[in-house]
């Protein structure tokens, strides 16, 4: 089904603000195919394309989708989302107290996590939580993009797996290992705060692997879709997936609601979580070997000629 139709072109989406001690930062991805929107047969055929580098846009849709193929992917997601909800109201520990606090010693965290003890800052908090909101409408960029707008509907379902499996994989890690934030030790920090239910949920960052399950999803199905991408773009596109989630990292961190390994783990899993799903949707490619097999007949008999081209 096609969403929407025009002419040449690009589109330019800013995609998010960010306010880091006065400095503003404004990423946004100019998203652009010059052309009339064509059926999936024109679409192979060729069409030209601002994103490769030939200018010739001839590659098929790259995946297969059907709801029984989607099947085990939707049900691994709601199964760990399902998990995590029991594990939130079996596994969880209890808080600190406000009498416990004072007993705290942050050299008993790590020498590399140690440092995050030392920060709070609401501010900063505040804007990750911005960054993890807008990275759900990369998603609906698909729309803006010629080649992936037909197949809109399966991509958002795909979206929706990527988002099952990475929430519930998160806070399923978060209620096995009630590890405690970095602000619990901080005294800045309010102490309803430092005692509240959510002061065990460190391990591992949900906003980093939240915004590096989207980014690195978005660029994966754009990289599948063009798969002659010229080097501009794909550094581009594969560098803003990069950078996203590292923002919103930094932004926790600051916030003293992560340690650096919390957001690392966060990092990874998401980031392999968003490649990994429409990297198992993938046709095979199906090359020309240069097999030849013609049949062959002979007195009394035939068979099978297999030639091999050079």
Known sequence: MNFLQGGPGL????????DFKKVFVLVGLTLGCSGHLLGQEDMVRGHTCGWCALKEHNAPPPYHFSWKREAPYLATGI??????VILA??????????????????????????P?????????????DLVRTGVVLLPIMF?????????????????????????????????????????????????EERTGDGSMLSYYSGHTSHTAAFSFFFAKVLN???????????????GFAAVVPAAAGALRYQAGKHYPTDIMTGYVLGAATGILVPHFHKKPIIKNTGLIISPVYLAGGGGLNLRMKF
């Open 116 to 128: 995050a003890t030392y920060n709070w800052d609401p501010e900063a908090a505040d804007r990750s």
């Open 79 to 84: 199964g760990l989302v399902t998990a995590s």
């Open 143 to 191: 729309l803006a993009n010629h080649h992936t707008r037909q197949d809109f509907g399966a991509l958002l379902v795909m979206s929706a797996e990527v988002f099952l499996i990475n929430y519930g994989l998160t806070n399923a890690v978060k209620n096995i290992t009630n590890r405690y934030r970095p602000f619990v030790y901080n005294e800045e920090a309010p102490t």
């Open 11 to 18: 589109i330019t989406i800013p995609f998010l603000i960010l």
């Open 224 to 238: 599948d879709y063009h798969p002659d991408m010229n080097i501009g773009a794909k550094t581009v596109l594969w």
């Open 89 to 114: 109201n079996t596994n969880q520990a209890d808080p600190y107290s406000a009498e416990e606090l004072q007993y705290l010693d942050r050299n008993d965290v790590n020498e590399f996590d140690r």
